[in-house]
């Protein structure tokens, strides 16, 4: 008992240490994890799916490997939950959907074999809304994730299964996508760190699409350190996916103290105004505060198109759901209604009707309708030259200073069902994340504070293309100055 009492509350870093050390091995951090998932899921519900079995097989190889002197991997003996929309072989991947409740991939998808080929022990899937389509975990065909601080408040979403899982130490990271802020917003809500990196700097293959221009994989941790641990693995160009990027990947752990220069951070008043939570704006304000004390410049700056920035995504997101949610017909895989139909085009609408939610509906309607004949130009098309126009603000800013900073979101977590009749305030909630989808930078958010409720407050970090190593750096200096990450929920 006393040591499981040490286990579940120490970093991916941390566990790797002592199990290369052979303090303990990879088979005990596997079953001690186990019972704390035992005792604390039922409350929070973070996952779809556990692989006990499979993790104990994989824990047991890695210390055999230990044992004989082979060569082990970066992420040794590490356990790490797996957002269930990414492809897993011989383990369900369900989108949190009727649509996919019983499918199986047969392949993994290209971070999946990687973080296998560096020895992480998968622990299971985690909960998610529907597709990857929404921000508070209401809208998983299964059940609702619940917020560690409080069971009453949503955990963000849509990865929030992987953040609540990380946040109540029952997985040491987590792999999770960003459309518009699935990563960075649960992990703000959570108060854990949440990476975005670059689009194209690690591989869609095996993600389940939900828009294709705006979907990245990234990383959910209790830490800077094991955010660029992770983020160093997933890394690096795929042959099978076409906007994976060649660029060189460089060493994210290498120097993560070091900041070499004065640094420049641009503060947008946009993400200051109306609508932002007292709280949260304070925290922020104060976080910059010790980025002053560090010797940073703190620049103001005007990103004048992010006004516009909602109303794009959910026309380009939406139009590109619509396109690739198309191919769950209930013919070649998926849902297939058990009424028989009489016509091909009948049979479809009910597969459609009884496999989909309503927020998925919601969004090939309002996806099959902006790039409907008559639309097109009007929705589409002009959306797509505000997503320039804000690429161009972004690109202005950071000839001025080396990051921008800005609440991750406007207001804390929000109590389950708050919101969810109200699809338009929703969306709202991923206000000051979606930019960075849309310009396809890399961001990362970070715990900067508590309400006074005892709820998370997140900043979000925003950098130049490929800065992923700069935008850690930057995470680590605030973090080493602060104890926010270290605070842990206490879960009934």
């Given amino acids: 008992m006393e040591l499981f009492l040490i286990l579940h509350n120490l970093s991916a870093n941390n566990i790797k240490e002592k199990i290369i050390n052979r303090e303990i091995t990879s088979q005990e951090v596997v079953e001690e994890l186990f ?28 210390d ?13 003996g590490i356990p790490v939950a797996i957002k269930d929309n990414i492809c ?22 290209f971070v999946i074999k990687k973080i296998k080929e560096e020895d992480a022990v998968i622990i299971g899937k985690t909960n998610l809304d529907e597709f990857a389509m929404g921000s508070s975990n209401e809208n998983s065909a299964f059940h609702v994730t619940r917020n560690p601080w409080n ?5 963000g979403g849509s990865g929030g299964g992987s953040a609540a899982a990380v946040t109540s ?6 792999l999770g996508s960003d459309t518009g802020g699935s990563i960075r917003q649960p992990s703000a809500f959570c108060g854990n760190v949440g990476f975005k990196p670059t689009y194209g700097r690690v591989s869609r293959y095996g993600l389940v699409a939900f828009a294709s221009s705006l979907d990245q994989i990234g990383t959910i941790s209790k830490d800077v350190y094991d955010a660029a641990l992770l983020l160093q693995v997933v890394s690096g160009h795929d042959g099978c996916d076409s906007t994976s990027s060649k660029m060189d990947v460089p ?32 925290a922020v304000t104060n976080a910059l505060d010790i980025y002053k004390k560090k010797g940073a410049e703190i620049v103001d700056l005007s990103l004048p198109h992010c006004g516009y920035a909602v109303a794009a995504y959910y026309i380009i997101a939406t139009a590109e759901a619509s396109s690739n949610l198309a191919r769950y017909d209930g013919v070649r895989y998926g849902y297939r209604s058990q009424l028989s139909e009489d016509n091909i085009i009948d049979m479809y609408s009910r597969v459609r009707a009884e496999g989909f939610g309503s927020e998925v509906k919601r969004r090939i309607l309002l996806g099959n309708y902006v790039l409907s004949a008559g639309f097109y130009d009007a929705y589409y098309l002009k ?70 409720t005892g709820l998370p407050i997140g900043m979000q970090i925003m950098g130049k293309y490929f800065e992923e190593k700069k935008i850690l750096q930057i995470a680590k200096l605030f973090e080493n100055e602060t104890g926010f990450h270290l605070k842990k929920p206490e879960i009934k």
């Fill in 35 to 62: 019972e704390w998932i035992c005792l604390k899921d039922p409350s929070v519900k973070a996952y779809l799916y556990l692989d006990k079995e499979g993790a104990l097989l994989k824990a047991k190889e890695i």
């Fill in 64 to 76: 055999k490997k230990l044992n004989n002197g082979d060569k082990i991997g970066l992420l040794a």
């Fill in 88 to 109: 897993t072989s011989g383990i369900k991947t369900t989108c949190a959907s009727r649509m996919l409740e019983n499918f199986v991939p047969p392949y993994d998808a």
């Fill in 151 to 155: 069971t009453d408040y949503i955990p």
């Fill in 169 to 174: 130490d029952m997985a040491f990271m987590a």
């Fill in 251 to 282: 060493e994210y752990l290498a120097d993560i103290n070091c900041i070499n220069s004065k640094l420049k951070i641009g503060v947008p008043r946009e993400f200051f105004g109306a609508g932002l939570n007292p709280e949260v704006g304070n």
């Fill in 383 to 452: 959306a797509s030259k505000v997503r320039t126009l804000i690429k161009s603000d972004f690109e202005d800013a950071f000839d001025k200073v080396d990051c921008i900073i800005s609440p991750t979101c406007p207001s804390p977590a929000f109590k389950i069902g708050e919101k969810i009749t109200d699809p338009l305030e929703m969306y709202l909630s991923d206000i000051y994340t979606i930019p960075a989808n849309l310009v396809g930078i890399p961001g990362v958010s970070i715990p900067c504070g508590f309400t006074t």
